[in-house]
């Protein structure tokens, strides 16, 4: 069984960095590209940032181009979110998904609204 587990949110102050992580486990996660997304109260599901499955193609966010940065660790089978320079508005709680591709190119990743998996998701929270 498809398993998405993230991890590593907290509250900083603006300005601020956290890396959150994502533990996957239950399909061959090297051959998948894989997706942050975020949900922050009131507002609907927001696309954050995608990784292909060589791990050699990153897309993000234009509101978080620069300051976010998204890897992987096949190895390990993990997905990381580094979040830098972090504002307000990027409070929510972030979630990871398995891509329903095996190839995606920005627009795709940027527009896709359904993910049949992701995990449960860890909050972010961006205070002074």
């Known amino acids: 069984e498809v398993q998405l587990v993230e991890s590593g949110g907290g509250l900083v102050q603006p300005g601020g960095s956290l890396r959150l992580s994502c533990a996957a486990s239950?399909?061959?996660?090297?051959?998948?590209?894989m997706t942050w997304v975020r949900q922050a109260p009131g507002k609907g599901v927001e696309w954050v940032s995608t990784?292909?499955?060589?791990?050699?193609?990153?897309y993000y966010a234009d509101s978080v181009k620069g300051r976010f940065t998204i890897s992987r660790d096949d190895a390990k089978n993990m997905l990381y979110l580094q979040l830098n320079s972090l504002k307000t508005e990027h409070a929510a709680v972030y979630h990871c998904?398995?891509?329903?591709?095996?190839?995606?190119?920005?627009?795709?990743?940027?527009?896709?609204?359904?993910?049949?998996?992701w995990g449960q998701g860890t909050q972010v929270t961006v205070s002074s």
């Open positions: 239950g399909f061959t996660f090297s051959a998948y590209p």
């Open positions: 998904a398995k891509s329903p591709l095996s190839n995606i190119d920005r627009m795709t990743a940027a527009t896709i609204t359904f993910y049949p998996y």
């Open positions: 990784i292909n499955s060589g791990g050699d193609s990153t």
